[in-house]
């Protein structure tokens, strides 16, 4: 089991915001190199770019962010392939797409 530890902190007041995006699936996108039986290409971008072309379209909230009255703030999202996160605090390969969300806040939900 891998541990990796980092001290971060975020000071009170916090302010949550919720990340809202959008996934589509758009057959329109060649899927060059791809296995299986036609591939269709999986896509995110923000609440209401999905094209035309998209076949299936979900919008979700796909994370949330945390602002600290001290600046520091704390992104937790969902990434494109399955059962991955991102978590902005630690140092890992995948990053989050910041252009493929919008913020809301609480209660603006």
């Given at each position: 089991?891998?541990?990796?530890?980092?001290?971060?902190?975020?000071?009170?007041?916090?302010?949550?915001?919720?990340?809202?995006?959008?996934?589509?699936?758009?057959?329109?996108?060649?899927?060059?190199?791809?296995?299986?039986e036609?591939?269709?290409?999986?896509?995110?971008?923000?609440?209401?770019?999905?094209?035309?072309?998209?076949?299936?379209?979900?919008?979700?909230?796909g994370?949330?962010?945390?602002?600290?009255?001290?600046?520091?703030?704390?992104?937790?999202?969902?990434?494109?392939?399955?059962?991955?996160?991102?978590?902005?605090?630690?140092?890992?390969?995948?990053?989050?797409?910041?252009?493929?969300?919008?913020?809301?806040?609480?209660?603006?939900?």
């Amino acid at each position: 089991m891998a541990e990796e530890r980092q001290q971060f902190a975020i000071d009170a007041p916090v302010e949550i915001l919720l990340l809202k995006t959008q996934d589509w699936l758009d057959p329109g996108i060649r899927c060059d190199g791809a296995i299986g039986e036609n591939p269709i290409m999986q896509c995110q971008g923000i609440p209401g770019s999905a094209p035309d072309s998209a076949t299936t379209i979900c919008t979700y909230f796909g994370g949330i962010e945390l602002r600290g009255s001290n600046g520091k703030k704390l992104v937790v999202g969902t990434l494109a392939f399955p059962y991955e996160i991102y978590v902005s605090a630690f140092v890992c390969d995948e990053s989050i797409n910041p252009e493929a969300y919008t913020t809301l806040a609480l209660d603006e939900s």
